[in-house]
């Protein structure tokens, strides 16, 4: 099932009007880097300045720490509604399909590079320290660790089921796929934008990754735009669209 497809869904179409402002996905990487990453106060530092060198080194780990402490963690909010001694006194609580799909989906490592004194480092790490600007790899087999725009995309074809956002939750279906591409499929007009997304909604564009999501075939060098609260999933959850009912 193409992933244009559920564009046709109830749900779908009131997301569209959730998510219309959200223009991550359309505008240049330079424009997002200066926006999100870049530091006014150090020159020297400007990831926009040379974006080749800013994907291999990635953030610096003392910018991705003053971040951490001004984004908070890199986590989903939960669907269930209760004071955590309620959910630990009645089990039964994490046992609906809804927290079973939203436990066995929330993403709990992530692939980063992070820039330290000795150089880059390439590492696994929890996926609820993550900040927008991070470089984050994913492969095969991964669950997106956050909302991510794709920038390179390092085995084709890159495939990914979301179904977990999409789909129904606790019924049997084929899974809901879409195939993404990154920034070499992109042609950016003079304005500074991704022209081939100018008219698509975050949800529909196809150089982004969503949290929750699961890759299922190739991988992808991409920079996270959102985390926690403000992931997709978490305003899905927060407006209460998700799980889809249909």
Known sequence: MEFQAITTNNTTTHLIQYFAARTDHRISLTK???QHVDSPNDTASLAS??????????????????MADQQGENEVISPQQCPPIL???LPCLNNTPTMKAYNN?????????????????????DSISLVVGDVITVYD?????????????????????????FGSIGKRQRPMTRICMGEDNEKQGDDGNNNSNQEDSILEANNVLL????????????????????????????????????
Do not use: H
Not at 49 to 66: H, Y
Not at 150 to 165: A, F, G, N
Not at 240 to 245: I, T
């Open 87 to 89: 959910c630990c006194l």
């Open 49 to 66: 300045s040379n974006i080749e060198l800013f994907l291999k080194n990635g953030l610096n780990i003392n910018l991705a720490r003053r």
């Open 211 to 246: 949290t929750g999501s699961r890759v299922i075939s190739g991988a992808a060098l991409c920079i996270v735009t959102a985390t926690g609260e403000g992931t997709i999933w978490s305003t899905m959850i927060r407006t209460k669209v998700w799980p889809s009912k249909v």
């Open 32 to 34: 997002f880097l200066q």
């Open 141 to 165: 087999g991964d669950i997106v660790p956050a909302d991510c725009r794709i920038v390179r995309v390092l085995d084709d074809p890159l495939e990914v089921d979301v179904s977990l956002l």
């Open 105 to 125: 989906n929330k993403p709990d490592t992530a692939t980063v590079t992070r820039f330290y004194q000795s150089g880059p480092k390439r590492f696994l790490m």
